[in-house]
């Protein structure tokens, strides 16, 4: 469903009406539209309604601020990005001279310069605008979003012995203590180095918890993976100081030693490749660590023997 409305010049705000009519600039008639509500574009609009503009402000997201309100900090400053943008942003939101229409996008533009007719096509929002107050009740109560919890086909799932012992034994322990899945499945995942479908949609059921609730939180913390996981995951530190002495190289030489691209695991099942933005011990950049071992000052001509060493600990620990 959308709805879509015209815009036509209008009167300007009362800061113009104030101008005496002998006064040499003449006073500023009609409406502008501006498309964009990042910084560039509320910046414009703020101009324009000061000036005594009528202003429409159009931006395609729910929200105003664009990406500078995403940022840290600004280049070359390194000023806080949403303390320079914020106080723009409630000075927009406030200005009686400047409307905003978000979640839209321009439909058709007609007409000729200093007369154009406008159409907009807003998105719906499925709330009363003038009546919200940014309390997220309606998030989490969407039914759109809440319809996979409604009457859940419940489903059999058979484990082999050998599964079904270990379940048993992480089920058991947490099975009526609070917060009872992520622990769960913390424990699930060291002990198969990541989450099998089907041993997830036992939890599901013993845990009486919707599946995707399960998934939910599987798939949102970077530990877990629903794909197969080598005994031993390789993770090489890309943060600022690994990265200048030389990390992308060293990651480079790794996918070359072990015949894949970061992300992937070695057929064999031995070793993952992953990338971390810091491990917090940039005094020893390069960093590279596999499982709970840090390997810190690493070179590159470390590798062969790194990789030996964990395929010799891991032929040892099988035989054993």
Excluded: W
Excluded at 43 to 63: I, M, R
């Amino acid at each position: 469903m959308t709805s879509s409305g015209t815009l036509e010049p209008s009167n300007p705000g009362s800061a113009s009406s104030q101008v005496p009519s002998d006064a040499s600039p003449p006073s500023p008639v009609g409406a502008v539209l501006v498309v964009g509500a990042g910084i560039a574009g509320i910046q414009s609009s703020l101009d324009l309604a000061d000036s005594g503009f009528k202003v429409y402000l159009v931006e395609n997201t729910p929200a105003i601020g664009g990406t500078m309100a995403q940022l840290d900090k600004t280049f070359p400053t390194n000023d806080c990005a949403m303390c320079i943008v914020s106080p723009k942003l409630v000075d927009c939101g406030r200005h009686p001279n400047i409307e905003l229409i978000t979640n839209a996008e321009l439909a058709e533009l007609t007409g000729t310069p200093g007369n154009f007719v406008v159409t907009v096509k807003k998105k719906p929002r499925y709330v009363d605008e003038d009546k919200c107050t940014g309390c997220g009740l309606c998030m989490e109560n969407c039914p759109v979003t809440k319809a996979v919890y409604l009457d859940q086909e419940k489903v059999e799932v058979k484990l082999e012995p050998d599964d079904l012992k270990r379940m048993r034994s992480i089920i058991e322990e947490y099975k009526d203590k609070e917060g009872a899945l992520l622990p769960a499945l913390h424990d699930i995942n060291i002990s198969y180095s990541y989450l099998p479908e089907h041993v997830l949609r036992y939890v599901s059921e013993e845990l009486d918890m919707p599946l995707s609730l399960v998934y939910q939180i599987a798939t949102f913390y970077n530990a877990f993976s629903l794909k197969p996981r080598g005994e031993y995951t390789v993770k090489v530190c890309m943060g600022t100081a690994c990265y200048i002495k030389g990390g992308n190289r060293i990651l480079e030489a790794f996918e070359r030693a072990l015949g894949m691209k970061v992300g992937n695991t070695t057929e064999d099942l031995t070793f993952g490749l992953e990338t971390i933005s810091c491990f917090g011990c940039c005094g020893q950049a390069p960093v590279v660590v596999v499982n709970e071992d840090l390997h810190g000052h690493f070179r590159i001509s470390q590798i062969p023997k790194l990789l030996r060493s964990y395929k010799e600990a891991g032929n040892v620990k099988t035989e054993a």
